[in-house]
């Protein structure tokens, strides 16, 4: 069945729009009573446009998912870099903070010793003051001899200007320390400076890569409902097929390819490179009957144009044609004409697979719903109104 066919411009709503429509469609058809379909043949476009509206939805949910997941990826090697950084910087800090600790305590030992050189030596100033006030004819009596006397006070000058130079090294040591120190503290205080950066930085990539992970899981979490969507669609679509089937004819299978080899090609394709050896469009009705015949055995001829179902009993020659009524054989030709119970103007053509003791048949077809597809039934004799059975022979 050849079925004329519609297309629908792309929606200009947002993203966000998009998949509050879907969704009010979804639910919109969920609550449709599946008696409504029961007085016309069920089509699949109805399911299909919205099955494939969800997978549009998800292959842009993947495509979002797999972007963000790229970025996170790169996002974490700055992280990981950037945790380097901080650890390596860390290491110095800790270098350095020992070095300033250890100037700190040769500076507090300098300072002890400085004060302890400057307690000795104000002692001995104390006592050099208390001997000069002794007039020197008494410190010369107190010495046994002269020699005595002049070593005495040679020694506690001696003694004396010994503790001037030491506790002058110690000061200029001490400066040469606070000075070290305060580089240090200089270099030390960088440094940590440079690590608190290094850790804001961090902080904030990382948080930057929590976000794109979620946002990656809300799609994942995207692809997963609309997934579920698609599966009740799905059951929705064959359960208002086999709620139809009283109507149309009872469903033996839906589905597959019945072994027809064009069963791949995108549908619909009315164009040059989509026509048969027998001159019809590849997975229409005619088309398949046509290969279905052949494959039979039976003598089917170019149709040179005659592509709709309804030409078959006009324009096909050397065969036997039996109105509605009369006994079909397994391997003939059935066609339905057009207009009957909602068949389009193209009519419909079905290949009987085998006659049944009841008078019903089992036909195999492609494109009852108008979407190409393989479908099998077993057709009462009362189903349609009329009609002709083409009995093509042998070749």
Not at 128 to 138: E, G, M, T
Not at 207 to 214: H, S
Not at 242 to 257: D, E, F, K, L, N
Not at 302 to 314: T, V
Request: proline share 3%; aromatic share 8%; net charge neutral.
């Amino acid at each position: 069945m050849m079925k004329l066919r519609t297309t629908t411009p792309v929606s200009n709503l947002s993203f966000l729009g998009r998949i509050l429509v879907v969704s009010a469609v979804i639910i919109m058809a969920v609550a449709v009573p599946v008696q409504m379909f029961s007085s016309r043949p069920v089509s699949a476009d109805e399911f299909d446009d919205k099955i494939r509206a969800l997978s549009e939805d998800i292959s842009n949910y993947r495509n979002q998912a797999n972007e963000l997941r790229k970025q996170a990826d790169t996002l974490q090697n700055v992280v990981n870099q950037l945790s380097a950084d901080k650890a390596a910087i860390q290491l110095e800090v800790n270098r350095n903070q020992l070095r300033h600790d250890q100037l700190v305590a040769e500076i507090a030992t300098l300072q002890k010793r400085i004060d302890e050189n400057r307690k000795v030596s104000g002692d001995l100033i104390v006592k050099s003051s208390l001997s000069d006030d002794v007039p020197l004819i008494v410190r010369l009596a107190a010495s046994e001899n002269l020699a005595d006397y002049i070593d005495g006070e040679a020694s506690r000058i001696s003694v004396r200007d010994t503790i001037v130079q030491k506790t002058e090294e110690s000061n200029r040591l001490k400066k040469q320390l606070e000075t070290k120190k305060a580089e240090v503290k200089k270099v030390l205080d960088e440094q940590k400076l440079k690590r608190d950066e290094l850790a804001s930085k961090e902080a904030q990539q990382a948080d930057i890569l929590a976000k794109t992970r979620g946002d990656e899981a809300e799609y994942q979490k995207m692809i997963s409902s609309s997934q579920g969507e698609i599966s009740k669609l799905r059951e929705q679509q064959e359960a208002l097929r086999r709620a139809a089937a009283a109507w149309q004819g009872g469903y033996i299978s839906v589905g597959g390819t019945g072994g027809y080899p064009w069963a791949g090609v995108g549908y619909p394709c009315w164009s040059a490179g989509c026509v048969d050896p027998w001159g019809l469009y590849y997975r229409e009705c005619v088309s398949y009957v046509a290969w279905r015949l052949s494959a039979a055995g039976k003598g089917v001829r170019h149709f040179s144009g005659a592509g709709h179902a309804y030409q078959w009993p006009a324009t096909t020659s050397g065969y036997t044609s039996q109105s509605y009524g009369n006994n079909p054989k397994a391997g003939d030709a059935v066609v339905i004409p057009a207009g009957v119970q909602g068949i389009p103007w193209t009519g419909h053509i079905m290949y009987v697979e085998s006659v049944n003791g009841d008078g019903s048949i089992n036909i195999s077809e492609y494109n009852f719903d108008g979407n190409g597809g393989y479908s099998e039934r077993r057709i009462s004799a009362g189903t349609y109104g009329s009609y002709v059975f083409i009995t093509f022979p042998s070749r």
